[in-house]
Structure formats: structure tokens, C-alpha cells
T-cell receptor, first 117, second 113 residues
Framework: DGGITQSPKYLFRKEGQNVTLSCEQN?????MYWYRQDPGQGLRLIYY???????QKGDIAEGYSVSREKKESFPLTVTSAQKNPTAFYLC????????????????FGPGTRLTVL | GQQVMQIPQYQHVQEGEDFTTYCNSS?????IQWYKQRPGGHPVFLIQ?????EVKKQKRLTFQFGEAKKNSSLHITATQTTDVGTYFC?????????????FGQGTTLQVKP
């Protein structure tokens, strides 16, 4: 819950424009994640990062890009190549990197609802 | 890749009735986590189960992990309107999935007062 912020809560963009979603955490977590949620569906992993300056593609990375220049920040860019970008985007973080073998709790931010007009 | 199937997708109950959601996998799971997402909100961690046959309770919520570690369930006794939301199970993917968390599709619970 607390400690992860996403901004803005609602975002409207015109088709063909790139847009960057912000995600900041002050929990000192190593791992950060971006998920996409469509109505009535579960969470689909877009990208995740285990450590600063490193990130891996998730299941639906096409049309998205990320960076992890700072431990506390993991911005997601939705590019014009993403064919259906309207969705609810959730950022999360956890203490352990996934490949450590541990599965720590994922703390989610409040989400950004992106609508492409 | 590994998948976690969750059923049912939707459930409507009268307040006071019980509710159960099931999570199933074709492969052995190392653990299972459960999250709740209120309408318009974000997922919030509820619990993690690790041991075969493990059962944990949180007030009216009972969580079970199957003996074969291939299924799990969340049971709510005497539902209340505050239980409304979507419940997700999630598990650490196998080595072929580089350890990322795999979420089920979720079960959305509606409670009629």
C-alpha cells in the first residue's frame, strides 16, 4: 500500500503519442514491476527490474519501454507502437528479486488509468 | 509457460452466504499468494502459503494449499458487503519463467445486502 506512488491517476492522450507513467517507491525495494490490467481480466506483466540499471521483458512488453536509473524509480513509456494502450497500469515493488527464489509480497501503487483517444 | 487458472470468474452472493474461489495449476507451485483488489483500487496482499496442505485463517477468510501444491482455495464465511472486490491468486513461476510472479485471472465477488 503505502510507499509507492504513481502519477497521474488518470491520463488522456491522443493516438500516436508516446506517454510516460511515473512510479516511485520509498520502501528501499530492489525489485519493481509494471502490470497492465484490462476490464475483467487479471494482471499481465509488462516489464520488471531486479536491480538498478537492469530490467527484463515480461509477457506483453511489445510497445512499451522502461528505465531503472534509480532504485526508487521505474518509469514506463507507452509508445505509439502499442496497438491497444487504453488500460489500467499498476506498478509494484518487492524486497527480493524474483530469481532469488523467494517470493516476497508485492506492494502495489494506486495505478494510472490511461485512455487513448 | 506456467499458468495459474482461477475459477469462477464472477460470483454473486447474498450477504451472509459463503464464498469460495479456486486456483489451479498443472505444475507444482513453490508457493501461493492471495491478493484482494477493491473496485477502483489496487491489489493488496492478503497471505502467502508455502507448505503442502497448509491452512491459514484470517477472521472469516480461510486459505488452503493443496497436498500436491497444485491448487489453492480462498473461502469466505458469511460474506459481508466489505468483502466485495476481486481476489487474485499468484505464484512464483518456475525456472523457465525466470521467477516472475504469475497471477490468476481473478474472481470478482459481488455481495447483495
Amino acid at each position: 500500500d503505502g510507499g509507492i506512488t504513481q502519477s497521474p491517476k488518470y491520463l488522456f492522450r491522443k493516438e500516436g503519442q508516446n506517454v510516460t507513467l511515473s512510479c516511485e517507491q520509498n520502501l528501499n525495494h530492489d525489485a519493481m514491476y509494471w502490470y497492465r490490467q484490462d476490464p475483467g481480466q487479471g494482471l499481465r506483466l509488462i516489464y520488471y527490474s531486479q536491480i538498478v540499471n537492469d530490467f527484463q521483458k515480461g509477457d506483453i512488453a511489445e510497445g512499451y519501454s522502461v528505465s531503472r536509473e534509480k532504485k526508487e524509480s521505474f518509469p514506463l513509456t507507452v509508445t505509439s507502437a502499442q496497438k491497444n494502450p487504453t488500460a489500467f497500469y499498476l506498478c509494484a515493488s518487492s524486497t527480493s528479486a524474483p530469481t532469488s527464489g523467494r517470493t516476497d509480497t508485492q506492494y502495489f501503487g494506486p495505478g494510472t488509468r490511461l485512455t487513448v483517444l | 509457460g506456467q499458468q495459474v487458472m482461477q475459477i469462477p470468474q464472477y460470483q454473486h452472493v447474498q450477504e451472509g452466504e459463503d464464498f469460495t474461489t479456486y486456483c489451479n495449476s498443472s505444475t507444482t507451485l513453490s508457493n501461493i499468494q492471495w491478493y484482494k483488489q477493491r473496485p477502483g483500487g489496487h491489489p493488496v496482499f492478503l497471505i502467502q502459503l508455502v507448505k503442502s496442505g497448509e491452512v491459514k485463517k484470517q477472521k472469516r477468510l480461510t486459505f488452503q494449499f493443496g497436498e500436491a501444491k497444485k491448487n489453492s482455495s480462498l473461502h469466505i464465511t458469511a460474506t459481508q458487503t466489505t468483502d466485495v472486490g476481486t481476489y487474485f491468486c499468484a505464484s512464483l513461476g518456475g525456472s523457465s519463467n525466470t521467477g516472475k510472479l504469475i497471477f490468476g485471472q481473478g474472481t470478482t465477488l459481488q455481495v447483495k445486502p
